[in-house]
């Protein structure tokens, strides 16, 4: 299996611009998952699928996030407009296992993480 | 809602001395994972510990679960450059989603 992959690898833009993440899950995994790392932040949950709906967005900054996922093998996270401190590593994972608990919340197996998005806005 | 904490945040080891990193948590907790991120790379699943008083071990690394099922700790026995990198915790809660801790940054030099 090839792994989570995500492209671009290294984005450059400047502020204003849009940008859009991609991110194949592996085939099988029914979750996929959404983070930012900063050196000052961590690592940050954005949001996360599962079966391809969104369960929990709580953790998209501000509505200029926006994640979508058409079918279980594609997912974008865009950005418009991007601003300097949306410069970050995304990251996307997805899991062979997610299931729904109550109150909506998820469990989850192994998350399998992509190799990131280095983003830069200048 | 949950949070989960890690200390410490960074580690400075000679090469062959002894490491842990710590993971604490405000609630009880159903599982909990570790995750290995080398400098430039992406994280990377370890292990996870599902049972209270849970001891698993892989080589050198010696993975705790706490009898409360609120702690977790990751022990490397006589480290090596090799070991260097983020530690990250990822506990999951009886009613909660996965929460990445902290981190704890660890640095071997010879």
């Known amino acids: 299996d090839a792994g989570v992959i995500q492209s671009p690898r290294h984005e450059v833009t400047e502020m204003g611009q849009e940008v859009t993440l991609r991110c194949k899950p592996i085939s099988g995994h029914n979750s996929l998952f959404w983070y930012r790392q900063t050196m000052m932040r961590g690592l940050e949950l954005l949001i996360y699928f599962n079966n391809n709906v969104p369960i929990d967005d709580s953790g998209m900054p501000e509505d200029r996030f926006s994640a979508k996922m058409p079918n279980a093998s594609f997912s974008t996270l865009k950005i418009q407009p991007s601003e300097p401190r949306d410069s970050a590593v995304y990251f996307c994972?997805?899991?062979?296992?997610?299931?729904?608990?109550?109150?909506?919340?998820?469990?989850?197996?192994?998350?399998?993480f992509g190799p990131g998005t280095r983003l830069t806005v200048l | 809602g949950q949070q989960v904490m890690q200390i410490p945040q960074y580690q400075h080891v000679q090469e062959g001395e002894d490491f842990t990193t710590y993971c604490n948590s405000s609630?009880?907790?159903?599982?909990i994972q570790w995750y290995k991120q080398r400098p430039g790379g992406h994280p990377v699943f370890l292990i996870q510990?599902?049972?209270?008083?849970e001891v698993k071990k892989q080589k050198r690394l010696t993975f705790q679960f706490g009898e409360a099922k609120k702690n977790s700790s990751l022990h490397i026995t006589a480290t090596q450059t090799t070991d260097v990198g983020t530690y990250f915790c990822?506990?999951?809660?009886?009613?909660?989603?996965?929460?990445f801790g902290t981190g704890t940054r660890l640095q071997v030099t010879l």
């Open positions: 510990l599902v049972k209270s008083g």
């Open positions: 609630t009880t907790l159903s599982n």
């Open positions: 990822a506990a999951t809660g009886t009613a909660s989603k996965l929460t």
């Open positions: 994972a997805s899991s062979p296992l997610g299931q729904i608990t109550s109150g909506g919340l998820i469990s989850t197996d192994t998350q399998y």
